[in-house]
């Protein structure tokens, strides 16, 4: 019987992991021996829509590449943003991929991404089974905003988490090196959860920062955190915040958003400040010291030199096992990992269904912050650190040397 | 006959290998036997004026802890921008400085920092020999910015531009990940010399950015910026562009001046935004794209984990130079390298007049800049390079693999 060919494909946002996950699916097509030719959809979803497919199995013939893959941030195939609607509301997108893989003769597809892509991979799922068409679709997760349902943390998390967790530790000995008053704000990704900021927690195994958390999940009230920020420069002459870029006030709205800071270009788009700037202005009209706004922008999830080797592991398992599936015929569901213990660190792999995820995301449980809302607990911290891979402040950071 | 005693203090803006320099200074005191006990000032020439000292002898006990330190980014003694006026018309400032020397028995001072330091450094040991005080001061060089005269690298510079490759190699890969054109600008830190924003450059080896480079070193024109930016869109869906913090139009103005961007805050300090954001809005003004600002703050000289290990060598070597130096008398110098040549690459060490450094700053020749002044030539690459410290591009990135 002839071998049915494989596709994958990457969606969303960026990591440092998803090329590992790529890595293991197409190690897996050639261990599985199942498999005819490996193709790679360039953008995601977008890619099968409009035939823009790749063979792509032969990088397995080069080792060291393969090994440079796992280390290359970012999506190799591309990536997408693209929000499928129903079948019934667009039945045209649907006909074009599911013709697309028709032409390839596509048996089985991984689709590596977030929430949102998990709904595609069960909408196609769900269509291929109403249609009777014989292809295996199969969710790979991944995520810097560890936001995912349905597994203990999201493959790309933990990259991430070590990103900034080193660099709040080595900012925190740049910001304390003069002698009078300072506050560093450090803005990190999140619009709706805070799990990257709160990541930054694991820098104070090596030092004194970050002082303060502010998380999405917690109300921002201007006074108190100016209060905050006075308590602690009383303590400390170099105060190092973190902030997470999508932390509300009680009624609801971004901190950047009202603030009469957003510009409107010659084309007529709006272009907001980032939280950060606007905390900057409110300790600038009341605390007289100086003020620096850090934002992480895209080398939060980009850093792959900084890549947790757990995470880089886990994601090349997972991407395998959505493969290794999707050959067995199974269709709309995803790999997830659970965890067995914090110390030692240790996790076990199953599927979940597509549903599970989609358009899901899951914050940071409220006890896991302390009462105040501007710091988070020793049970987050426990949790985070086993993701990152190394043991963190064994090298870097002495911090009793600085005197 | 005793052992007469050592003081080292740090000046100035952080490095990543500003403390390697401390260490090898510490380990100098030692091998050499002659010195009694070693002091640091805390805060640079600061912690000398208010008689700020600390015995840290006992540090070279840890071995550990020496060498994490010379991997602790920014100074372990704490900083200062003090600037020393003449001894004409400020002697109880001179007075004070000798009088803790002369409290503690201080016989060899051995000052790290840049040029300002540098100047301190000259200062203060003709002050010593007008007054026929026997103390011994010597300078150890340092600086992110390459500015410094009389050596052929700034030690600190190789670290920074380590970082500065790394991230834009990892920041590509992420930038063009979507098929919509994007413009990413990048600042980098370098007021009046572009070597740190030039480093960039160096990621070229494994990637398509930065597609352009611009420096302090040449005039900055809006029109020519903008067409440099359209012809790049033109043939690449995703433009790189490094920027210095210092870049200035023809008239001598930083471009972030005369921006109406400027705010001032409750207390009357004016805060200017980023020359970052002056191009960002020069961009969505006038070409059709997605536009983001990098700026690289902090990250760019306390990345310790990304140092250079070239460069934590030389700087420890200068340390221990600059106090081997002044354990035989000799005053007002500072320990330099010199470039023999670069692939292999070997440097020399010697050491040099105070007055060769102090107050100076070495900017990028200009032959080492394209004629249009949008990008370096390749001695400029070749003169970087090996001060990574690192084969630049045997890991991470996989061009070929990014489909």
Same mark, same amino acid.
């Given at each position: 019987?002839?071998?049915?060919?494989?596709?994958?494909?990457?969606?969303?946002?960026?990591?440092?992991?998803?090329?590992?996950?790529?890595?293991?699916?197409? +190690?897996? *097509?050639?261990?599985? !021996?199942?498999?005819?030719?490996?193709? #790679? %959809?360039?953008?995601? $979803?977008?890619?099968? &829509?409009?035939?823009?497919?790749?063979?792509?199995?032969?990088?397995?013939?080069?080792?060291?590449?393969?090994?440079?893959?796992?280390?290359?941030?970012?999506?190799?195939?591309?990536?997408?943003?693209?929000?499928?609607?129903?079948?019934?509301?667009?039945?045209?997108?649907?006909?074009?991929?599911?013709?697309?893989?028709?032409?390839?003769?596509?048996?089985?597809?991984?689709?590596?991404?977030?929430?949102?892509?998990?709904?595609?991979?069960?909408?196609?799922? +769900?269509? *291929?089974?109403?249609? !009777?068409?014989?292809?295996?679709?199969? #969710? %790979?997760?991944?995520? $810097?905003?560890?936001? &995912?349902?349905?597994?203990?943390?999201?493959?790309?998390?933990?990259?991430?988490?070590?990103?900034?967790?080193?660099?709040?530790?080595?900012?925190?000995?740049?910001?304390?090196?003069?002698?009078?008053?300072?506050?560093?704000?450090?803005?990190?990704?999140?619009?709706?959860?805070?799990?990257?900021?709160?990541?930054?927690?694991?820098?104070?195994?090596?030092?004194?920062?970050?002082?303060?958390?502010?998380?999405?999940?917690?109300?921002?009230?201007?006074?108190?955190?100016?209060?905050?920020?006075?308590?602690?420069?009383?303590?400390?002459?170099?105060?190092?915040?973190? $902030?997470?870029?999508?932390?509300?006030?009680?009624?609801?709205?971004?901190?950047?958003?009202?603030?009469?800071?957003?510009?409107?270009?010659?084309?007529?788009?709006?272009?907001?400040?980032?939280?950060?700037?606007?905390?900057?202005?409110?300790?600038?009209?009341?605390?007289?010291?100086?003020?620096?706004?850090?934002?992480?922008?895209?080398?939060?999830?980009?850093?792959?030199?900084?890549?947790?080797?757990?995470?880089?592991?886990?994601?090349?398992?997972?991407?395998?096992?959505?493969?290794?599936?999707?050959?067995?015929?199974?269709?709309?569901?995803?790999?997830?990992?659970?965890?067995?213990?914090?110390?030692?660190?240790?996790?076990?792999?199953?599927?979940?269904?597509?549903?599970?995820?989609?358009?899901?995301?899951?914050?940071?449980?409220?006890?896991?912050?302390?009462?105040?809302?501007?710091?988070?607990?020793?049970?987050?911290?426990?949790?985070?650190?086993?993701?990152?891979?190394?043991?963190?402040?064994?090298?870097?950071?002495?911090?009793?040397?600085?005197?």
């Amino acid at each position: 019987m002839k071998k049915r060919n494989f596709l994958v494909a990457q969606s969303g946002g960026p990591t440092s992991a998803i090329n590992a996950t790529l890595a293991g699916v197409v +190690e897996q *097509a050639a261990i599985s !021996g199942k498999v005819g030719k490996v193709y #790679g %959809a360039k953008h995601g $979803i977008k890619g099968v &829509l409009e035939d823009n497919l790749i063979e792509i199995g032969e990088m397995l013939q080069e080792t060291h590449a393969m090994l440079r893959l796992i280390h290359t941030p970012s999506s190799a195939l591309g990536s997408c943003r693209h929000k499928l609607k129903s079948a019934e509301d667009d039945p045209a997108t649907y006909k074009a991929i599911f013709d697309t893989l028709a032409r390839y003769d596509i048996g089985y597809f991984v689709y590596i991404g977030g929430n949102d892509s998990m709904d595609t991979v069960h909408k196609l799922s +769900e269509y *291929a089974q109403e249609q !009777g068409i014989d292809v295996a679709i199969m #969710g %790979a997760p991944k995520t $810097i905003d560890n936001d &995912l349902y349905g597994m203990d943390h999201s493959p790309g998390f933990g990259s991430a988490a070590r990103y900034i967790a080193t660099t709040f530790a080595e900012i925190w000995c740049d910001a304390k090196v003069y002698d009078y008053p300072t506050v560093t704000i450090v803005e990190t990704m999140g619009r709706h959860v805070g799990w990257l900021c709160a990541a930054s927690a694991v820098a104070r195994k090596t030092g004194d920062a970050p002082h303060l958390i502010y998380l999405p999940e917690v109300p921002f009230d201007d006074n108190k955190f100016l209060e905050d920020v006075k308590e602690q420069l009383a303590q400390h002459p170099a105060v190092v915040i973190a $902030i997470s870029e999508g932390i509300k006030r009680a009624n609801g709205k971004y901190v950047n958003e009202d603030n009469g800071n957003a510009k409107v270009d010659a084309f007529g788009h709006k272009h907001m400040g980032g939280a950060c700037r606007v905390l900057e202005d409110l300790i600038n009209n009341n605390i007289e010291c100086k003020v620096r706004c850090i934002d992480f922008s895209l080398m939060q999830r980009c850093a792959a030199h900084l890549a947790s080797p757990v995470d880089l592991t886990e994601s090349r398992i997972l991407g395998a096992m959505s493969l290794s599936r999707a050959l067995e015929g199974v269709s709309g569901e995803v790999s997830v990992l659970t965890r067995l213990s914090d110390s030692p660190y240790r996790v076990e792999y199953s599927t979940v269904h597509a549903t599970t995820i989609a358009n899901l995301e899951k914050a940071i449980p409220r006890e896991w912050i302390n009462a105040r809302g501007n710091f988070v607990t020793d049970d987050l911290i426990r949790y985070v650190e086993p993701l990152l891979g190394v043991p963190f402040g064994e090298e870097g950071c002495a911090k009793h040397l600085c005197f």
